[in-house]
C-alpha cells in the first residue's frame, strides 16, 4: 500500500491579462482580482466591489469565494 501525499501547488496568474482574456469562470472575479493587485493592501467592503464591478452583489460574492478558494485573496470578516 503506498500513501499519496497532497503538495501545496502554488500557480501563477497574470492579474492584467488582456481585456478580451477572462481568467476565471466568473467574470466578475477578473475584474475584482486586477482592482485589488492595483490597491495592494487596501481592503475594500463587498458593497465597495459591488460600486467598482457594477455587478449584483450575488455574483460579487461568488467571485470573492471563488478567489478566497483559490487563495487569491483573504476574506476578512467585520461586524
Known amino acids: ?3 499519496i501525499t ?5 500557480v501563477c496568474i497574470d492579474a492584467y491579462p488582456d481585456q478580451d482574456t477572462d481568467v ?3 467574470g ?3 475584474d ?3 482592482l ?6 487596501t481592503e475594500f467592503t463587498i458593497p465597495e466591489l459591488v460600486d467598482a464591478t457594477g455587478v449584483t452583489r450575488s455574483t ?3 467571485a470573492v469565494n ?3 478558494s483559490i487563495g487569491a485573496i483573504r476574506i476578512r470578516e467585520t461586524p
Open 60 to 62: 460579487v460574492w461568488r
Open 32 to 34: 475584482i482580482l486586477r
Open 24 to 26: 476565471f469562470r466568473i
Open 6 to 10: 497532497k503538495q501545496d501547488i502554488t
Open 36 to 41: 485589488l493587485a492595483d490597491a495592494h493592501e
Open 28 to 30: 466578475a472575479a477578473d
Open 1 to 3: 500500500m503506498s500513501e
Open 66 to 68: 471563488l478567489l478566497d
